[in-house]
T-cell receptor, first 113, second 112 residues
Framework: DGGITQSPKYLFRKEGQNVTLSCEQNLNHDAMYWYRQDPGQGLRLIYYSQIVNDFQKGDIAEGYSVSREKKESFPLTVTSAQKNPTAFYLC????????????FGPGTRLTVL | DAKTTQPPSMDCAEGRAANLPCNHSTISGNEYVYWYRQIHSQGPQYIIHGLKNNETNEMASLIITEDRKSSTLILPHATLRDTAVYYCIVKNYGGSQGNLIFGKGTKLSVKP
């Protein structure tokens, strides 16, 4: 079955540690996105990538980094520079960036202790 | 991208139609209206989108007013599993960034 997966579903880390969230898709989509969601709020864009080896900052990129070495994978690293990293992180993909529906993964809930 | 306004919450009886309104008075000519929903602690799910004609698929119908300043998502026979937050989003079809701008949406509660 085609889809987008994120792992793990729940993640706990100590303050000051970097952590990498996984996102994989087998939909052959060119574009991939990372969003952050805080309780009771909508989604905010962290980074997006339109094609392999290229990515752009979104609205709240500070304290995060990404890579896009393969079409299928778009991992997100939450660095120690992110002031408030505890949140629900959602990865999405689409065929392109123009007018195509986005498919979302199940999300990773990160808690920094 | 234009902003949207949605009521924060709505109730609907199981089996009845759920009509979710959305105002997008500043929408421009090349912006589409998209609807997504998010069931608690899951990723958002695409429902439907349209430009100016009414649209229908297996999940819902989308009614867009003639002036395109508002729209209504209709779930014809709501079930308990339709309880979710529903997001109305307008997006420039030709935009290079491609991301969706999510507001707070409407929390729909379907009650037995």
């Amino acid at each position: 079955d085609g889809g987008i997966t994120q792992s793990p579903k729940y993640l706990f880390r100590k303050e000051g540690q970097n952590v990498t969230l996984s996102c994989e898709q087998n939909l052959n989509h060119d574009a991939m996105y990372w969003y952050r969601q805080d309780p009771g709020q909508g989604l905010r864009l962290i980074y997006y990538s339109q094609i392999v080896n290229d990515f752009q900052k979104g609205d709240i990129a500070e304290g995060y980094s990404v890579s896009r070495e393969k079409k299928e994978s778009f991992p997100l690293t939450v660095t120690s520079a992110q002031k408030n990293p505890t949140a629900f992180y959602l990865c999405a993909s689409s065929r392109g960036t123009s007018g195509n529906e986005q498919f979302f993964g199940p999300g990773t809930r990160l808690t920094v202790l | 991208d234009a902003k949207t306004t949605q009521p924060p919450s709505m109730d609907c009886a199981e089996g009845r139609a759920a009509n979710l309104p959305c105002n997008h008075s500043t929408i421009s000519g090349n912006e589409y209206v998209y609807w997504y929903r998010q069931i608690h602690s899951q990723g958002p799910q695409y429902i439907i989108h349209g430009l100016k004609n009414n649209e229908t698929n297996e999940m819902a119908s989308l009614i867009i007013t003639e002036d395109r300043k508002s729209s209504t998502l209709i779930l014809p026979h709501a079930t308990l599993r339709d309880t979710a937050v529903y997001y109305c989003i307008v997006k420039n079809y030709g935009g290079s960034q491609g991301n969706l701008i999510f507001g707070k949406g409407t929390k729909l509660s379907v009650k037995p």
